[in-house]
């Protein structure tokens, strides 16, 4: 007797087909992510290579419940090293460890910085693969831009070491992807644990007031409560530790405005500001004005690349890091490379989304 062939329906297959799919490129992303944030777990010594990355010192320490002695630019940075405490509770590795390996009491909350870096980045990454689907752009161009994203300069040298960055970069990810597909939930949440990873998330306020071309607006409303949220929480742990004169946003726009800081601001201007800022992307820069000026681009990503102008803001803000401010606009940047790409091997297989409104 011949066995009959049970035929799943086709809905049945496409579920599965979607979910496969996801799950590949997920483990791909993963893979990558792994291999880069390796070295800082096993290789990366803070006690001695912390000049590179001196912001390090001080998440580990609030990952041991210590603010006391932390400069006032990082206490509101409170989520990831949270995460990491959490993992230090519960992650009872240290017996296993001891077997194979040296100093662990040492490498630990290296590890568990690790852990966390890896899945920030490779969901960032996985974001930024829908991202750009959304944009049109076929899944191989996708693909692309998130390896793009991966390597570049900053999650490789700074996105991997006990720092605050990658778990920042997916919130902001998040945002754009949000703004992009009007979810309000998904802008909200975005929004409201962003800025309390690093206060970089505010930049999602003025993609919104560039997107949107109005002042009130639904998106714009659901970040209040973040906003909110943020400045009572800055100005409690501001009166409970006390101020050292270091970074506070609230304070040093409101100095700005009043122009105190224009004279301090421009001695941070120099001619590594604009070296930095053009190594943060390096090529990619020639393809992304390869693509602002000769490719056909959604208005979403038309709007928004008057973001990167942000960057230039910082010196006044008391900070020199132009460059890792400029990175977290890869959201922009990435898509007109593969803009640029798309046009110059000829590959226009898919066409840009209606929906994006192409210019």
């Known amino acids: 007797m011949q066995e009959k062939q049970v035929k799943m329906p086709s809905s049945d297959i496409q579920v599965k087909s979607k979910l496969s799919e996801k799950i590949v490129i997920f483990m791909l992303l993963?893979?990558?992510a792994f291999s880069i944030t390796y070295w800082a777990i096993a290789k990366y010594d803070v006690y001695s290579d912390y000049k590179a990355c001196g912001?390090?010192?001080s998440y580990i320490e609030m990952?041991?419940?210590?603010y006391q002695n932390i400069q006032q630019r990082y206490r509101n940075r409170i989520l990831m090293p949270a995460i990491v405490s959490f993992l230090n509770d519960h992650l009872k590795i240290e017996p296993f460890l001891r077997r194979y390996y040296e100093d662990v009491d040492k490498k630990i909350i290296q590890l568990n910085f690790g852990i966390v870096n890896i899945f920030a980045l490779t969901l960032t990454a996985f974001t930024f693969f829908y991202y750009c689907l959304h944009f049109g752009f076929s899944k191989w161009e996708s693909l692309v831009g998130s390896f793009l994203y991966l390597t570049s300069f900053f999650v490789v040298n700074y996105y991997?070491?006990?720092?605050?960055?990658?778990?920042?970069?997916f919130f902001i990810m998040g945002g754009f992807y949000a703004v992009l597909r009007g979810s309000v939930v998904g802008l909200f949440l975005s929004f409201l644990l962003g800025v309390f990873t690093k206060e970089t998330t505010f930049i999602i306020l003025p993609l919104i007031l560039l997107v949107e071309r109005r002042v009130f607006s639904k998106k714009l409303l659901v970040c209040m409560p973040g906003v909110i949220a943020y400045a009572i929480f800055a100005g409690n742990v501001q009166k409970t530790i006390g101020r050292d004169g270091g970074?506070?946003?609230?304070?040093?726009?409101?100095?700005?405005i009043q122009g105190k800081f224009l004279s301090d601001?421009?001695?941070?201007f120099s001619l590594y500001t604009f070296?930095?800022?053009?190594?943060?992307?390096?090529?990619l820069w020639i393809l992304f004005f390869y693509a602002l000026f000769r490719c056909r681009k959604p208005m979403f990503l038309k709007r928004s690349c008057w973001l990167l102008l942000a960057p230039l803001v910082t010196p006044f803000l008391g900070t020199a890091a132009v460059g890792?401010?400029?990175f977290y606009l890869f959201p922009i940047v990435i898509p007109f490379a593969l803009l640029a790409i798309r046009d110059i091997f000829d590959t226009k297989h898919s066409d840009l989304q209606a929906s994006s409104r192409i210019d």
Do not use: C, G
């Open 160 to 169: 991997t070491v006990p720092m605050v960055d990658s778990l920042s970069t």
């Open 265 to 268: 601001a421009f001695e941070w």
């Open 247 to 256: 970074f506070y946003l609230f304070r040093d726009i409101f100095n700005i």
């Open 324 to 326: 890792r401010v400029v």
């Open 63 to 66: 990952s041991k419940h210590n």
């Open 30 to 32: 993963l893979s990558a």
């Open 275 to 283: 070296i930095e800022y053009i190594q943060v992307f390096m090529f």
């Open 55 to 57: 912001d390090a010192q």
